[in-house]
């Protein structure tokens, strides 16, 4: 972690030979102070291997701002046939979070946004439910109630979108948020939705994963921090982590430590995401710590 | 974890043969159901050895109330020569908690505390900085500042005594409380104070653990919730855990991952005190978890 | 670990009021010394909880044998409707391991058999292969090579069966042997047939789960120790554990690391059994660590 | 893991603009195909930071030999102030075991390299102890006897080196070897002796850690893969990892949990540095798993 302004280059690109002594000797050029750099092949031995990097420049040492950055690496991108973004350090991500009634995410998120560690911009708090309004607005966070009711499902969630877009979110964080979001909502905003699942996938998808968990007798619960697609519960996994429980753990033993294992996991994820750490790859992640 | 109303019965004397049958046929006599027992020789081949017990029977299955039970059952201590308590879950504990600035614990607990997991008092929270009341008495909390120097020690840990008495404090939480407790603040709460350290004791007693830890180049990071005696940092263990880091951590990234073992391993440990889990024997502990 | 004779007593009982006091009570009658014991109700507010025990008694406090124990000991199980088992610690349990080609599970075991670690005999290794006669007669144990084709899959498993009762085997230990055992087998020895499957179960049940893990992408896999029954994967969980994987690491990558964890969960899960540990109920166990 | 041959580049130097540039810009000029590569800014806002990177790259790919990469090489490296190395793929590393009387670490690398997983040479091992002398050499692997005194403690070690470097060896490895090398040996192989520590370094330096540990009543016990230097079990730290304990294990429960952490420790670390992960910076690691 570093605190000086950088800008941050992450993509990938078809595996060849070359492909960091071009994107590296561009920056070397322009005289680009590599901060931090990481390099993936996916499958170097197989001949269609995919190439993926994240490198983080120190942006006082470069000659030019980041839209003219973005300007002169295009050729060089186009060239190497890459996807790629590149984000600018000063620049804060807009976070929009959605909860239900659950509290335990949403007082870790605003604790950790408190405190700049994560920092963001949460420009408001979206619920079905009105339970987490002070809290949430104690905080100076705009906080909006939208009901959402099997009859009202399309316009709720055409309203949650609005109410996405008005705050110019760039990632939307499903907090313990109980709904399952419609198709549209997840094709609106590919690789943006982050989720947090109190399982260790694949293993119990769905409803009630501790109650399933209990049945089956394991040894070590989970949780799964994902991006979310139209398919439940099968987004690429961004992190997981698990914590182990005993025969003496009832259902409510272990949705209480189950609590504390998804606070952590959806924190480092959306980290990840945050900090560009993470590059989808057909229905894997690869995540630059 | 049950929900009926229980008693705890918790204690430790010199190991011999008949114990378990002493105090579960005194309980069996009078109708007592059992929900949970555990028992422990701390050094069963030594012929010295101490037994350490934890019972919970249900408060609706004995003919009499908890007075009536301790009057009863102080024979059989007597007998045994048994350290024991007894305690009611239907008594909420009272607990104090003592903050500087740093806000992770804080949160955390009372994000427990809300959501019931945590199903105790916080009568107040004292802090020698003002800057978390908003947010403490948003809770409906009241927050005490006690400024603390270097020339008002004694006086000030006075008036965190006459506070933690006024509040007829059970706990005193150290969450992330910077200042060291004066010997007589140790001395009148004995193992009713905890506290949370930020390393994996024993290394890196004292100031700057994190610090300390990135020079020495270890792989994993920890911190350790103990009891707090005049010994700064040697009081016994009741709960550790750890995290991995790696060359690419600065110290920054280290204050950040050990905030979250921090949280767990406090809000672990302080769950065991408050359950009567935790039974301590010289300077360690038994831990019925 | 106490290295004296003791017996251990486990067993379960519908739970009701003075199961501890009738049990414990009985040895304290006898002058036993209890050196270590566990309680667990299943469901302790259900009114139809059943109550799992184990107690381990020095075998030179008593004033009889383990037969005498047993005669003494059948009126008060009776009572209880317990069902229950006593064994003596030193009478070393039997314990016939069944490999394929993969050694690492093997090694390990016999180098905890070899240093005492697991107090045990190996009457025999059987294996489909004879690759590891040699590593396994060196250590003085006989080797059966037992080859299984699909032709010959009943008459192979009923030698193993031959082989097994000739050795008077108590365990069986399928240390990574790559053959799905009949229904028979299965039959024969309930819950006495432990494997190491190699994934963290229910998820990647079946054949190459490594090649399962690595197309979900999932961020760690683990290894489970389980009873075998009729159902492929299906039986009682006795210990699981994970460990962190990421996008770098291949399919061989990912076996290699899952070896590490197969080696210590069979480990620590056959200690369990063998120590009287484990109690079954339905799909479940109970173990008591 | 790749499995075809690469050449492995591993070194570091002063940070400036450039180094990826001209090292990629190199690799890329004759066509070299990178597999994996490593960057690591020590401090990168310093101004004062060191840089390091490991690069494998395909030997088939490149149109000269490994001397004659080393060759052209040595202007870049040389320009760039590197401290570096260049090893092969094929060329297997020859690692020299220590043992005492303990198995589980020779075991368990010796099951490694059966499988092939460790792709290495051991072309003897070396013990103070006669113990092992059979199962060391059922595997074809020479075995001397050593015994080491304190009378004879230089002209021991004295032995030993010649033995070492008779074997040509790159590596030694002390597998829980109960001896303190002398400083001569220390200091003719620096960085090429690898030690397994039985705690969690910096806790419980010297003899008897589990004893320690159990003394301080820690709840977590742990082990430390490191390079020997003359100062006592304070080189630099390679590996470590640690296991949950409670109350109820003995001194000799937590040797017993410990040799699982030995053995799983010692095995990642050794990995690490045989494929030239491993790159020291005064005293501590730079590891790029």
Redesign the interface.
Known sequence: ????RFYTLAGSCPDR??????V??F???H???????????DD??SGASRYFMRIEV?AA?LPFDIDEFRNRFLPVATELEMNWKLSDSAKKKRVVILVSK???CL??L???W??K?LDIEIPCVISNHDALR??VE?HGIPFHHVPIGNDNKVAAFAEVMRLFDEAHGDTMVLARFMQILTPEVCATYPWRIINIHHS?????VGAKPYHQAYQ?????I?ATCHYVTADLDQG???????I?I?????V??MV?YG??IEK?VL?RGLRYHLEDRVLTHG?????F?
Do not use: C
Request: avoid cysteine; charge should be negative; charged fraction near 30%.
């Open positions: 972690m570093h605190r000086e030979v070359g492909i960091i002594a071009r590296s000797g920056i070397a050029e005289k680009g102070w590599i901060l931090e750099s990481s390099y993936h092949a170097p031995e120190k040492s659950q509290e335990h007082y870790d605003l604790a950790r408190q405190s560690e002070g809290f104690w260790f996938l694949p293993s119990f089956r007798g394991v040894k070590l989970g690429p996994i961004i992190e997981q982590d698990v182990r005993d025969h003496s753990d009832s409510e033993d209480r609590k504390d952590a924190a229905n894997k992640t690869v995540v710590r």
